[in-house]
């Protein structure tokens, strides 16, 4: 009877078969990309059959090669689309779609694009801080002792970071900076983004680095709403440079059963209106320029992004991996 | 039995190895080095089991003792309550003791308030983001199993051994160290294996308190260092050493023979007054810590959160099958094991001893290299890795019963004519009945939580309760999913219940 009854719930959930369908693999939250993909199967009448993976999702793709049903991947990280890149996972995208965005948000191959990016900014007390323009690398100097809050050093967000920063100065620099943040926190890195955001409010420390598009997030949020009250955002810059920002991407399998299906959902992604969704409800900047940023940024000031390209920073990114390791940033 | 049958029983022990191999295929692309401040995280991760292990074995055994050598009131409703933490993932109470006691906590705001501190780094405060706050929730997260397994074999434990000591002149306190201490080892042993094997194998509490350990050092390599194969040998590494652990333990307690089930309570100390509901209110404080208030605390999120029911009903249905078909793995294990007393069958229980991600990587392998995608993308290729992920909590229960199975009932059947399988039909099932039942209601609340493996062989459109839960924890926005996680501790709790009816 349990049986029956289970078998029957079973068949309850399967996915309902659609007429025309797509695969998208991401590793981008649910609730960020869901209401997006709605939007694109409402307008389209492709139906988008989501396949949420927190990891292994490019291995996935390499063991399962031509069978692979996967149409279209997007990924909170660039570095993921430039090592499917570099694995010949990809294929090439049309230039309809590569002439949408501008070249600081595209493969120079032509194999994937950008859909949205997050500066990596400092978030700071109101009431104990009142620097109002500050750089990455003051982040090291010792004023700032057992006032800083940041999540782990391996996380992907601060591995771009990291990765930037090699860039610019080198491995050696570098490695002196990291060492004069990790001496500077007052707590172990750990948590997330919000959680330094909450450090902060409670007085556990000053400043700390976060997202930005996670100030809108928590905007949103009824508790969380009174904390971005007291907070200021400052974006800081390398000198010479600008401000680290990071990028979600997207792109083509070569094995995709559907790519033109498939590219008409890159193409969605780029359209003005996915584009005002990402600034105005994920918070994220549009790799659009055309569009705004969320209004509720603008009391912080004007963002200049750092020109180093996302691909130089994707092939950095072990490094910068190796380096959190060797200097023991989160031990 | 026939060869065909001993064939399919050792195909079924090769699958349940299958992932190892894969894992060998990709470790032998390996450039071993060994990371910076390896021995720093190797240290840090021992140091967090032997914490973990003792406190949550010290919790586990006082919890198990009290209950069975303590004239108490209540001990149904006690037992569920101890066994009831159990049912909450370790993130999750990570998260929602974060939430409580960190410096924005309402904890730490009243302590503020009251104080007159302005600043969170004015005073000292426990801090639930480091070391400590893991071996907290883990403690709390993980004591029941050897809670549950202690409690079984204190059942097992003839009552006239205690009496007959007590009649020889020994003090109810010699007894207690003399008798039930040393026959219940295996059964310690056994629980804290599994609180072992579940610390060493966590990510998301040890990245949440930002503690380094060795799977989060695994995974670093994998994703972002782009080294499978590094991450492959070293999860290799860790199964071996684990793998020569047990072998040692099982050679140590191969002359601790199991004991039959009896269900007999001893009583050696009868609290009156104050005392009884001293020891009663200290009896239930883990309940209260690993349950209660982090329940009450979601309680109080209640009014933001949505709630649907197909994730739900996703999980029930993935946890019932993940554990029917642990249930087959197990005893195709066992009849090996009668048939090659030997070869410690164990060995192939073990992928509870890798990171879930690992084994999920394993398995991509396996799945694409013997069937393509259809396994990857069926509800049916995750109940074949969860399944094998879980296995062990099932095949160390049942192995244990087996043991108090007497082979000379077995024997007269056989010499009776009767085939393998009516003699496992018709004897050995019944008479594994409860230990077969409790392994089944373990596996369905372990596979309603689990996350690694899941995040990585869900097919499309599957949602489950542990995934919702995971999603809104990683957005930091837990309130969206409060009911979610309610419908997670109500399964469990049906599920304990459960346990206990059956098992009393």
Known sequence: MILKTLTALALLTLPALAQKSITLYTNREQGLIKPLLDEFTSKSGIKVEALYLNAGLLERLQLEGAQSKADVVIVTDVTIAELARERKLTSPLSPALLNTVGPQFKDEGGEWLGLSSRARVVYTSKERVKEQQITYSDLAHPKWKGKICIRQGQHPYNLGLIANAIALWGEAKTESWLLGVKANLARKPSGGDRDVARDIVSGLCDIGIGNLYYVGLMSQDEKQKEWVKTLNVLYPTFEGGGTHVNMSASFIPNSAPNKQEAASLLSFMLSEQAQAFFAQKNFETPVMKTIAPAVIFSDYGTMKPDPTSFKTMSQLREQASKLVEKTGFDQ | ?504
Not at chain 2, 172 to 183: A, D, E, T, Y
Not at chain 2, 251 to 265: E, G, M, P
Not at chain 2, 457 to 482: F, K, W
């Open chain 2, 1 to 504: 039995m026939k060869t065909t049958g001993l064939i399919a029983l050792w195909l079924i022990a090769l699958w349940l190895l299958s992932p190892y191999f894969a894992l060998l295929g990709f470790a032998s692309k390996a450039s071993f080095t060994l990371p910076s401040f390896f021995a720093t995280t190797l240290f840090t991760t021992i140091s967090l089991i032997i914490c973990v292990l003792f406190f949550a074995g010290g919790i586990g055994l006082l919890a198990a003792f009290t209950l069975h050598y303590v004239d108490l009131r209540h001990k149904k409703l006690l037992t569920v309550l101890l066994i009831l933490p159990l049912t909450l993932p370790p993130y999750l109470l990570a998260f929602l003791w974060g939430d409580m006691l960190d410096g924005q906590g309402v904890v730490q705001q009243f302590y503020r308030e009251m104080m007159g501190y302005k600043l969170r780094r004015d005073y000292w405060f426990f801090e639930p983001k480091s070391f400590a706050g893991a071996v907290f929730v883990f403690s709390l997260a993980l004591y029941p199993y050897v809670f549950l397994t202690l409690q079984a074999y204190l059942k097992c434990l003839n009552p006239h051994y205690v009496a007959s000591a007590l009649s020889l002149g020994a003090n109810r306190w010699q007894v207690l160290r003399r008798i039930p201490l040393k026959i219940a080892t295996p059964a310690l042993l056994a629980g804290l294996l599994m609180v072992g094997f579940e610390t060493l194998n966590d990510i998301g509490v040890a990245k949440y308190s930002g503690v380094v350990t060795l799977p989060m050092m695994i995974m670093t390599k994998w994703q972002e260092q782009n080294n499978l194969g590094d991450a492959s040998l070293l999860s290799l590494l860790i199964f071996g050493v684990i793998a020569c652990g047990l072998w040692v333990q099982t050679r140590l307690l191969r002359h601790v023979k199991s004991a039959k089930a009896h269900n007999h309570h001893s009583t050696l100390f009868k609290p009156l007054g104050w005392r009884l509901w001293g020891v009663q209110s200290l009896l239930i404080m883990p309940a209260i810590f690993g349950f209660l208030m982090p329940l009450i605390y979601m309680l109080s999120l209640l009014k933001m959160s949505s709630f649907e029911l197909k994730p739900m009903i996703t999980s029930v249905i993935i946890a019932f099958f993940t554990a029917i078909t642990a249930l087959l793995f197990a005893s195709a294990l066992l009849m090996l094991q009668r048939r090659n007393a030997k070869v410690s069958m164990r060995l192939f229980a073990l992928s509870y001893a890798l990171p879930g991600s690992i084994l999920g990587v394993g398995l991509l392998g396996v799945y694409i290299y013997i069937g393509g995608s259809w396994l990857l993308n069926s509800i049916i290729g995750l109940i074949l890795g969860l399944s094998i992920r879980f296995l062990f909590q099932i095949y160390e229960q049942v192995q244990a019963a087996s043991g108090a199975v007497s082979p000379h009932i077995l024997l007269a059947a056989k010499s009776l004519g009767a085939k393998p399988l009516t003699r496992l039909w018709k004897i050995e099932l019944p008479l594994l009945r409860p230990a077969f039942y409790s392994g089944v209601i373990l596996v369905m609340i372990e596979a309603m939580k689990e996350l690694p493996l899941t995040l990585m062989l869900r097919p499309i459109g599957y949602e489950t309760l542990s995934l919702s839960i995971y999603d809104a924890v990683e957005r930091g926005n837990l309130e969206s999913v409060a009911l979610n996680c309610l419908a997670m501790c109500l399964i469990g709790c049906i599920s304990v219940w459960l346990l206990i009816r059956k098992n009393g």
